[in-house]
Each structure stands twice: as structure tokens, then as C-alpha cells.
């Protein structure tokens, strides 16, 4: 079983930063490919970047391409999702999520955070 916690949004003006953090725990953690997801009101849920197991193979939705970057410290139970050059589009509720796989982290993630609000306002 795992568990994700996510931290770190809040308000800030466009082409500000903003760097998320998603805990984890659970003996399996370290194995999981891990992501992120976003929704905007009125809008689906949209996938925006996953990272593998190892941290060795990345991939990014392309309206976030060369803006955000995610990361991972298994040793600290930790995935991260560095935001910057934020516009007002990005404005979302952030969602970590984690599955064994990338493939199947991308069709329909096994577990899902709280998720944590992001702004991006004058």
C-alpha cells in the first residue's frame, strides 16, 4: 500500500516558481513509478510529468516542456515537480499519484494524493 501526501502550492504571479513535494509512504514506495496530474476548474484531469522507479527516465506533458521538472529522493520518500515560468493556465489543483509502471501510471494510476492548490495570479 502506499500513501501520498502533497505540499507546497499557494499563490504566485506569472513567471513565478513554485516547487511541489509529494510524501510517500509505504514499503513499496521505491519501486513505483511516480507523477503528476493537474486539474483546472471546469476542466479534466490532465497528466504532467512521471518519473520511473529509479529516476533514470522521465516524461512531461508538451505544455509543460522546459518549465517543469520532476525529481525523486528515495531516500527521502519524496517526488518533486519544480515549476517555473508559471502562467495563469497552470492555475490547478496538483495531484501526485504512483503505480509500478510508467505505462500503467499513465492509463489509470493505483493511487492518488490530496492534492495541493496552485495559483498563478497578478
Known amino acids: 500500500q502506499v500513501q501520498l501526501v502533497e505540499s507546497g502550492g499557494g499563490l504566485v504571479q506569472p513567471g513565478g516558481s513554485l516547487r511541489l513535494s509529494c510524501a510517500a509512504s509505504?514499503?513499496?514506495?521505491?519501486?513505483?513509478?511516480m507523477g503528476w496530474f493537474r486539474q483546472a476548474p471546469g476542466k479534466e484531469r490532465e497528466f504532467v510529468a512521471v518519473?520511473?522507479?529509479?529516476?533514470?527516465?522521465?516524461y512531461y506533458a508538451d505544455f509543460v516542456k522546459g518549465r517543469f521538472a520532476i525529481s525523486r529522493d528515495n531516500a527521502k520518500n519524496t517526488v518533486f515537480l519544480q515549476m517555473n515560468s508559471l502562467n495563469p493556465e497552470d492555475t490547478a489543483v496538483y495531484y501526485c499519484?504512483?503505480?509500478?509502471?510508467?505505462?500503467?501510471?499513465?492509463?489509470?494510476?493505483?493511487?492518488w494524493g490530496q492534492g495541493t492548490q496552485v495559483t498563478v495570479s497578478s
Open positions: 499519484a504512483a503505480d509500478p509502471t510508467i505505462a500503467t501510471l499513465l492509463k489509470l494510476p493505483d493511487y
Open positions: 518519473i520511473s522507479w529509479n529516476g533514470a527516465n522521465t
Open positions: 509505504g514499503r513499496t514506495f521505491t519501486n513505483y513509478a
